[in-house]
Structures are given as C-alpha cells and as structure tokens.
C-alpha cells in the first residue's frame, strides 16, 4: 500500500524547470520565430524588388533599344530620302526614264553602273543589312546593290503605287526575288523642275539581319513588332511575319499599345514557363524586351542563401545577448529568492525574522521586485507588531468578557428570582386587594344598612319629639293615658336605641380596614424593595408598588376618619341610650309626682331627643360620605389591580426574556471562551515571529 501511495505521488511530481531555461527556451522560441518570419518576409520582399528591378531593367533596355531601332530608321530614311534627291540620281533617272532623245545601250550601261556600285558601296558600309537596295526608273528596275542581278518590274508592288501617291513609303513586306521579310524605306524620285515624278529608291531592310545587328542581345530576347502586332525581328526567325501578338493575347496587346512605356506578365504558350516583358511603343514599331522567370532563380537563391547566413550569425548573436541578460536578470532573483527563502524557513522554524532585507542592487525591474518584497515584508513586521500587541489586548479583553458574562450571569439568576418574588409579591398583593375589596364591599353594604336605620331613626327621633311634646301637653290632663304612652314610647326609644348600637359594628370593620391597611402597606414596601433590586426591569412594578402604598395611606386615612365619626356616633348614643333609660326611670317613679315634674322632665328628654335627631342626621350624612370614600378606594384598587394584572404579565415577559438572555448569555459564554483560545492561538503563532 505504501509503494502504491509513492509511485502516486512520484507521479504527481512536476518537472522542475528552472526560470533560466523558461526564458531562454521563450527567448529563442521568439527570436527564431520572428527572425524566420521578418527572414522570410524579407527574402520575399527582396525576390519581389528583384523581379520588379528586372522588369524595370526589360523597360529601360526597351527604350534604349527602340530608341537606337529609330534612330537606325531614322538614318536608313535620310539616307534613302537623301538618294533619292540626289541631283546625280535625279539626272541619271532622268535621262533614261524621261529624255526626249533615246540614249544608247553604251550610256544606259554606264548610268546602271554608276548607281550600282554607289548602292553596292552603301550595303558594304551597313554590314550587309540591305536585302536589296535599289533604284527604279518608273516601274522598271533600274539598279541594285546587288550588281543589278534583282532588277524586276514594280508596278504589282504596294510601296511603288504609294510613292506615285505620297512620295513616300515605309512598311514590311516579303520580298518577291528571296522571299524574306523585309522592312521597305521608299521614296519618289521626282523632277525638280515639273515635279513629274521619274522613279523610286527602295532600302529593303533584311529584318533578320536588322535584328542582329541592331536589336540583338546576349542575356535577353528581344522582338520587333508592328503598330499591328504582327513580329517583323526576333530571335525565332519563323515568327518573323507570321506571328501575331494581338491575336494571341489581345488584353496584352491592348495594355501594351494604350500604355506606351512599361511591363507585363506572361505565360510562354510552347514552355508554359512565366516570364516578363519590357515594351516600349515608338513612332514606327513596338519592342519588346522579355526574360523568363526562371533567370531570376540564382539571384533569388543568392538573396535567400544571404538572409539564411544573416539569420544564423543573428542568432547566435542573440542567443549571446539572451544568455547574458538572462543571468544579469536571473542573478538579483536568485538573490531575493534566497532572502525569501531564508524568511519562510525561520517562520518555518518557528522563529520568523521579519527584520531580514533583500539586498537590492541596481535599479532595474529585479531591483523593484526586491525593492517591493521588502516594502511587503516591513508591512508585514508592521502587521505582526500591531497583532502581537492587539492579541494581548484581546487576551485581556477575552479573560475580561469572560468574567462579566459569568458576573452577568449571576446578576441575571438574582433578576430572575427577584422577577420570581416579586410576581409572589403581586399575587400575594393582588390576594391582599381583593380581600380589601370584599371587606369594603362588606362595609358599604352594613353602612348602607346602618344609613337607612340611622335615617329611619332620626324619623323615629322626630316621631319621638313630637311625642314628648304631646306628653308634655297631655300629661297634666291625661295623666293615665300619659302613662301607658310614655311607656309605649319608651320601649320604642329603647327599641331604637338597640338598632343605634349597629353602628358599633362599623367600628369593628374600621379597625379590619386599619389592619389589611397595615398589611398592604408592608406589601408596597417589600414590593418597592424587590423593585429596586430589579432596576430597570421593576420600574413598573415600583410604580404600582407605590400606589399601593398610597392606597394603603389613604385608606388608612379613610378608616380614621370613618372610626372618629362612628365613635362620636356610638358615644352620641350610648349617652341618648343612657338618658332615655334614666327618663323611663324617673317617668315611672315620678308618675305621680304630679305636673310639675313631668314637664321638667320632658322638657330636659326633649333637649336629648333634638341633640340624638341631630346626631342622626349628622351620621346619615356621614355614612354617604363614607360610602364615597368606600367607592373611591375600591375604584382605585380595580385600578391597581389591572396595573397588577400587566406588572404581572410584564414581570413574566422579562422573566421569559431573562431565561432567554442567560441562554444567550452561555453561547456567548461558549463563543467568548472559544475566542480566547483563538487569541491564545494567535498569540502563539505571532510569538513566531521576530518583529522588533
């Protein structure tokens, strides 16, 4: 398994191909790709400016050739105009074409003579280029270059009827004594005196021999040809009059003969082989200079063979250059490669110096490199100072997170338990209320009881006054009927004073009030204390807390005033109760004391009737107001208990919410410990480095 692993991960390994190798090999890539391109480009370039300077070289030899063709036609037509006005000529032509007298055999012998051995001496001078050159005396031939040997009749021929017309002619034509083609220069003579004309000199030019001698070339092949197209010299002698250009390749011809001066293409018919021609169109003729492509293949073979050796000494010339660059280049890396190395291999080694400097040399590209590696490296030292310090500040910021969320966690199981309390606090409270409540519910009802008999009683009261008048009245006359009434009245008085005595009763129920008051107050203060130990969760609470403690005061408050009123009512009739008793005493013991002592007696019980009907009134009254009072507390607990009723809902929600915080609270517990061991880790790792 083992081996397997290591043959995989042999395979895995690259080449290592050092960064010299890359540039040289990218450098000679480049040079040889470019120097074979711009090479053959070029040699191109070149083989095209040789092509086009041999093209113009056919142009330039086309002028010259034409020009030396014309001017040699020039000469060969002075020289035939010249004859044919000499005097001599004129004479001779003259005598024997037009004399009046008939001259003899002798004489005639003697003018062919003469004329013969002048055009003879003339075709000597030329070189022999005269296919024939003659005289005629009207259509007859009179002399000839040639010793007279070609003298025929003309008058068949075109350049004799030309010269009867114009004086003059000049074209080609095959000559009827060799059949060569020849080029004819022809002019009248004519009688100076009448203008009559007498006869023609003819210069037939040998073409084939023009063409050696005028228009011959030892490297290029050069044709004459008419305005026609028709070849009258070339090398070829056969196409001599037989070829046709315009008939072969009319766009040519037509390029040619609308161009004048220049150069074509062409493609030989017989050797199917691409060539070029120079032509130049001159007065009389076309010349044509041609050279076929293939001459061109040793001085394109020479350019190409020049570009190669070029190519091979600049390559080795730049190889020189690459190699010797390449190690100034290479060195300062290798350098800075070295310093780079020597920092991984200390941060490697646990001990990072990130004091360490690349030598920088020379300000080149490598110099910047280094120049900028040691800009990273002082950012980096600059980074490693700020986290080594910033890590001991973040230890310290951990350890003291760590402490306030177990702190806070301890506030918040305190929170919690006092949001406990004082829930118990408001239930408790809420209990308190209620019982308040149904005691003053209680108290209303026997004050309303005890208004209605306290009313009902001052009605009484009235009733009894009105009676103690009457008895006062009727006690002298009536004395027995006094009797039984007073006694009558009597029981009713004490009757009524036993339903006064309910008000005792009221006093019993003021002193509950006092004490649930007493009682609600010691709430409002343990639920102010569990308020305060909440802070900012038990403000709403305190609120409440307070007014219950405000309640409590003002019903406090309410029960003194209600005990100080029952009790001046209950002293009011237990003092009525007690003179009633003494006046039913002292009304029967003193029945027969007589009239005199009844309406003293009436007089002082009716001082105490009016004094108890007061007091009556005066406790009916204030049994309403304590009513009010009654309602107005029992308003002011409804309102402290819906208060309650949120505090409580209140209380639960922060409860909820302080489970969910300590919840929280532990994750960020959790995360705060784990960021510790992170500062910790980051701690070690920056102890890795030398920075300073």
Known sequence: ?????????????????????????????????????????????????????????????????????????????????????????????????????????????????????????????????????????????????????????????????????????????????????????????????????????????????????????????????????????????????????????????????????????????????????????????????????????????????????????????????????????????????????????????????????????????????????????????????????????????SESVGSSITHTNDEIDDVSATMEEMSASSEEISASLQQVVTRINDISSMVNDVQAKATDQADKTENILKKVEDLRSNAIAQRDEADIDANRLINQLQESMKTAKEVEKIADLTDEILSIASQTNLLALNASIEAARAGDAGKGFAVVADEIRQLADNSKETASGIQEISNGVIASVDDLSDKANSLANAFIESNASGREGVESMTGAYQEDVESVANAMVHFANDSQEINELMASIKETIDNINTALEETVKGITNVSNATVEVAGNLKHISGEASENLDISNELKDEVNKFKYE
Not at 104 to 110: C, I, K, N, P, S
Not at 320 to 348: C, Q, R, Y
Request: glycine share 6%; aromatic share 8%; proline share 2%.
């Open 1 to 397: 398994m083992s081996s397997k692993n290591n043959g995989t991960n042999s395979q895995k390994k690259k080449i290592k191909i050092s960064i010299t190798t890359k540039i040289l090999v990218m450098t000679l890539v480049i040079l040889i790709a470019s120097m074979v391109t711009t090479t053959i480009l070029i040699t191109n370039k070149a083989s095209n400016q040789l092509i086009k300077q041999g093209k113009d070289n056919l142009v330039n030899l086309s002028v010259s050739k034409g020009a030396t063709l014309e001017t040699y036609i020039d000469a060969q037509k002075q020289l035939t105009h010249a004859i044919a006005a000499n005097s001599e000529v004129v004479k001779l032509a003259s005598n024997y074409g037009t004399a009046t007298e008939p001259v003899t055999d002798a004489e005639y012998l003697e003018g062919q003579t003469i004329l013969a051995d002048y055009l003879a001496q003339l075709q000597e001078d030329s070189g022999n280029v005269y296919e024939n050159f003659f005289i005629t005396v009207g259509s007859t031939g009179f002399a000839d270059c040639l010793g007279n040997a070609t003298l025929h009749d003309v008058s068949e021929e075109g350049f004799y009827s030309e010269c009867m017309s114009k004086g003059y002619f000049f074209g080609t034509n095959v000559s009827p004594v060799t059949g060569n083609p020849v080029y004819v220069i022809a002019y009248a003579v004519v009688d100076p005196a009448t203008g009559n004309y007498i006869g023609t000199v003819n210069n037939s030019i040998d073409l084939a021999s023009m063409t050696k001698t005028v228009v011959a070339d030892d490297y290029f092949d050069v044709k004459i040809l008419t305005h026609e197209g028709v070849v009258i010299a070339s090398p070829d002698v056969e196409s001599i009059l037989t070829t046709d250009m315009n008939e072969l390749d009319p766009d040519s011809w037509n390029y040619i003969t609308s161009t004048g001066i220049g150069y074509v293409d062409y493609v030989d018919p017989s050797t199917n082989e691409l060539g070029y021609i120079g032509f130049d169109l001159t007065d009389n003729f076309v010349v044509e200079v041609s050279q076929p492509d293939s001459e061109f293949d040793d001085e394109r073979a020479a350019v190409t063979t020049t570009a190669l050796i070029i190519l091979v000494i600049a390559l080795i010339i730049s190889v020189i250059i690459v190699i010797l660059v390449t190690f100034s280049i290479i060195k300062p890396l290798k350098e800075t490669n070295k310093t780079i190395n020597e920092i991984i291999d200390s941060i490697n080694s646990g001990n990072g110096d990130l004091t360490n400097r690349i030598n920088i040399k020379g300000n080149d590209e490598s110099a910047e490199i280094g120049d900028s590696i040691n800009k990273f490296v002082s950012v980096l030292q600059n980074v490693m100072s700020m986290l080594g310090s910033n890590s001991e500040r973040l230890n310290k910021i």
